[in-house]
């Protein structure tokens, strides 16, 4: 059974990340980094409705973002405040989802001049706005957000990151009915 495992997940994690902040290698930490941001994409992925797996996942997403913002780029400190606010949409919390959203967007804008600001991740700003306001019940302000989406999405060059996108799109359409 995985029932207490994901408490006693959280429980290790929160005593493990800060310790990794300390490692001399900084890969170590980043290892760890893309490890929280990865287990907090696949619990935001699966089902709702368990306690521990939601603390887990924010826990995860939080300790991503603080690992990145010691040891990455604006880009992956950036990213990781899309993961949170990912995060807080999917569990409800719509003021939360926002600010994260918006410390994503704020990212991108400061760095508007670098060749990373593109137009994939500012595609991805506005998803992380479209689901934030959605789960503050602004429907309009989301459908705002999706519509400044679809040209940004004809603008990603990469074809992977295109498909991806695309099924983002799709996704956040269908929620918007």
Known sequence: SQRGRAGAAKAQ???EWP?????????????????CNNT????RGGARGDADRDALMLAAAHASRRLWSAVGTWVHAERAEYQLARCHAVLGDGAQALVHA??????????????????????YVHEALAWA???????GAAAVECARMRPLLEQVADAEY???????LQALAAALG
């Open 162 to 168: 295109r498909a991806w996108a695309t099924a983002d």
């Open 13 to 15: 994690l929160e005593a």
């Open 19 to 35: 310790a990794a902040l300390a490692h001399t290698d900084p890969a170590a930490t980043r290892s760890l980094a893309a490890t």
């Open 40 to 43: 907090a994409v696949e619990l």
């Open 102 to 123: 918006r410390a994503c967007q704020a990212a991108v804008q400061a760095h508007a001049d670098d060749p990373q600001a593109d137009a994939f991740e500012r595609f």
């Open 133 to 139: 306001h959605l789960a503050a019940g602004h429907r």
